[in-house]
Structures are given as structure tokens and as C-alpha cells.
């Protein structure tokens, strides 16, 4: 499929060089036109020429600009289906930003950050369960073998090997803005300088 430009900013980019050239009103004819200007080839040409007649020269730049994009562009616009934006992606992807945006920092390693972003998805699909979580680690862990502590002696420690499983549980924190934190730092995380 061809690249299809967004028609709310088209039209907000128009109406700004018309009003630019001193056509305001609600009921001017070149709004009119404008309305139906991307959605139809003949829409588009009945708005272009009478951009031309009238010389206005924000809006001519402006259409002379878009002209073979909106040509080619109008003559598809019948095979896109009626919603046809990503408009309703935007507070999911400000969500997604607000909780990325403070830990950015940290984002060195590829597979890590992969790993973080299916537990974003995750989130905003509202599919984890912090419960769960643990309880899979906590199998996972529990099935892996541990190694024996080690004493200066050589001998196998057994009072520190029946408190290491117990300085692997982590609890989970919830933020005042409901975010929860999953950490196995012994120390917090400085909060972020500003406002």
C-alpha cells in the first residue's frame, strides 16, 4: 500500500495557509472545497483550481507543494477503509512513554530492552499479574539447582545455603502513580533530578 498522509493534518495545514491568505469564515467557498479536497479525485481538483483562480499564494505554495501526492493520493482513497489512523495508538503510546521515559538511562543492552518491551506490552494489554509473575520465578527458581555455599573451610555451609533462598524473594513496590517495581538492588535507584 502506498504511503497515505494523514488527513486531519492535511486539512489543518490548509486551513492555516487559508487563513493566512485572508480566507476565515465557516461559510467561505474555499472551506467548503477543502472539506472534500482528500477525499476524491475530483474533490482534489475542484479545491486546486479554485486555489488558482482565486492567486492566493500561501495556499497555491501549499497545494503546489502536496499536488502529486493528493493526485495519487485521492485516486486510492476509496480502497482505504473508513478508519484508517492511528489516532486511538496515542495515549497507549503516551502511556508507554511516561513509564519508559524515567528508567532511559539504563537502556544499554538489546535483548534486555526487547525483554522490557514484552513486559510493556504486556501492561498495556493489562495481561500481567504481578502474582503470577511470582509464582513462575519462584518455580523457575526453585527447579534450578543451587550451588552450595562454601565455607573458608571448604565444607558446604548449610546455615547460609537455607537463607539464600530466602534473600532471593524481592517484594514489589507500588509507586504513587501505580506503576509497580520489580528490583534485586540492595540500594534504591536515586530519584531523577527536576520537576
Not at 486531519?8 to 477543502?34: C, M, V
Not at 472539506?35 to 497545494?63: E, I, M, S, Y
Not at 532511559?104 to 493489562?126: A, C, E, I, S
Request: glycine share 6%.
Amino acid at each position: 500500500m502506498p504511503l497515505h498522509l494523514c488527513e486531519h493534518h492535511l486539512y489543518k495545514n490548509a486551513a492555516a495557509a487559508l487563513t493566512a491568505d485572508g480566507q476565515r469564515g465557516l461559510g467561505n467557498p474555499l472551506r467548503t472545497l477543502l472539506n472534500d479536497a482528500a477525499k476524491c479525485p475530483g474533490g482534489w481538483r475542484a479545491f486546486r483550481q479554485a486555489v488558482d483562480r482565486a492567486g492566493l499564494t500561501k495556499t497555491g505554495a501549499w497545494v503546489a507543494h502536496w499536488d502529486d501526492q493528493l493526485v495519487a493520493q485521492t485516486a486510492w482513497r476509496d480502497q482505504v477503509p473508513a478508519h484508517y489512523s492511528t489516532g486511538a495508538l496515542d495515549p497507549k503510546l503516551a502511556d508507554i512513554h511516561h513509564m519508559l521515559e524515567r528508567r532511559r538511562w539504563t537502556f544499554r543492552n538489546l535483548t534486555r530492552m526487547n525483554q522490557l518491551l514484552d513486559l510493556v506490552r504486556l501492561h498495556v494489554n493489562r495481561l500481567d499479574d504481578p502474582a503470577a509473575w511470582a509464582q513462575l520465578i519462584r518455580a523457575e527458581l526453585d527447579a534450578a539447582p543451587r550451588p552450595a555455599p562454601v565455607g573458608d573451610d571448604g565444607r558446604v555451609d548449610f546455615r547460609r545455603w537455607r537463607t539464600a533462598a530466602g534473600k532471593l524473594a524481592d517484594p514489589t513496590t507500588t509507586l504513587l502513580d501505580g506503576s509497580r517495581t520489580y528490583t534485586l538492588r540492595k540500594h534504591p535507584v536515586p530519584p531523577r533530578a527536576g520537576p
